[in-house]
């Protein structure tokens, strides 16, 4: 079953706002399919609190967007170029111990949270992953909150999580990850700028059960899944929000 989402879709190059696919906005069949790796440091001793796992992907998945090697003549550029033409896939994938240390090899850029880490690697085709990342799991992450998230703070956007959906943790951080890349293509150049400078400043937070059909028919950049994974094709995620203004 799908849940709540409205009936239209949109090109999420080509809409402000409205409801964003992630599988199959203009993809071409000549063409390759790409993949945004992202992968989540977790230790058995020591591992990261889910929420701060999903602002940390999040926030990497806008750092990998906005960086000078994405853009322009940037040696990342026409490949970010050709992810973002066809679909926005992520993939979501964990390591520990050596395997950390081999993926922090490979061209990437690692983003930092309070207490989660988060390699974000340029796109690669579905079918040609790097043996250093093809051999981790990607089924399965699951992490916890030890305590009650913060209310969000003046200035940081906000990701809304659907509450009707059970999904793994790394799901979710691929969701939210959409949700972010969504947000930054429906802002200005100086809101853009702003955000980046200021450091990618959001809160993830799962919405209550009785706001989510406002907030999914509201107009504001939303993610509709492929499917691929654990969850019903065409299922809304994640509600994205501007920057709360500050007072």
């Not at 930092?112 to 250093?132: N, S």
């Not at 799901?171 to 293509?185: C, F, I, P, S, Y």
């Not at 919405?207 to 999914?216: F, N, T, V």
Request: hydrophobic letters at 40%; a negative charge; aromatic letters at 6%.
């Amino acid at each position: 079953m799908r849940a709540s989402c409205p009936g239209t879709t949109h090109s999420a190059k080509k809409a402000v706002f409205g409801a964003w696919q992630t599988g199959g906005v203009s993809s071409s069949d000549d063409l390759p399919e790409y993949v945004l790796p992202l992968v989540v440091r977790v230790e058995k001793s020591e591992p990261p609190a889910r929420t701060d796992a999903l602002e940390t992907a999040a926030r990497a998945v806008l750092v990998m967007l906005s960086d000078d090697r994405s853009v322009g003549d940037g040696e990342w550029a026409r490949v970010m170029r050709d992810w973002q033409d066809a679909r926005i896939r992520k993939v979501v994938r964990r390591a520990r111990g050596g395997e950390w240390r081999k993926a922090a090899l490979l061209p990437g850029i690692t983003v930092t949270g309070a207490t989660a880490e988060v390699r974000v690697f340029p796109p690669v085709p579905l079918d040609g992953w790097p043996k250093e990342l093809a051999k981790l799991q990607v089924s399965g992450t699951e992490l916890d909150d030890t305590g009650e998230p913060a209310p969000p703070a003046p200035g940081q956007a906000l990701l809304w999580l659907n509450p009707e959906l059970t999904m793994s943790t790394g799901k979710e951080m691929a969701q939210v990850g959409h949700g972010a890349q969504l947000l930054w293509w429906a802002m200005t150049d100086a809101d853009r700028a702003a955000w980046r400078e200021a450091g990618f400043p959001l809160a993830v937070r799962t919405a209550h059960p009785d706001r989510w059909a406002e907030l999914a028919g509201s107009g504001r950049p939303l993610v509709r899944d492929a499917g691929f994974t654990e969850i019903a094709p065409g299922s809304c995620t994640v509600v994205a929000d501007f920057p709360l203004q500050v007072n």
